[in-house]
């Protein structure tokens, strides 16, 4: 993995990369609570992720409730 990455990017990166093959859009607050970390952790590590080369394509989607992530692998 990108070593360049802190260690709560790499559980980010790691998660959707298993998850987004049988998923679409993931809301920071729910990947927050799988990984232990606030939805504005998450959010502010995905930013990081958008900008890198990682085989995953992230961009942002929504604001409702939660920030929405659309992922494609």
Do not use: C, H
């Amino acid at each position: 993995m990108a070593p360049d990455l802190t260690s709560k990017q790499r559980q980010i990166l790691q998660y959707l990369q298993e998850n987004a093959a049988t998923k679409t859009y993931f809301k920071s607050r729910l990947i927050g609570q799988e990984l232990g970390m606030t939805a504005k952790e998450v959010g502010s590590n995905i930013t990081a992720l958008q900008q890198g080369e990682y085989d995953i394509e992230i961009e942002k989607w929504g604001y409702s409730s939660s920030t929405t992530w659309k992922v494609n692998v």
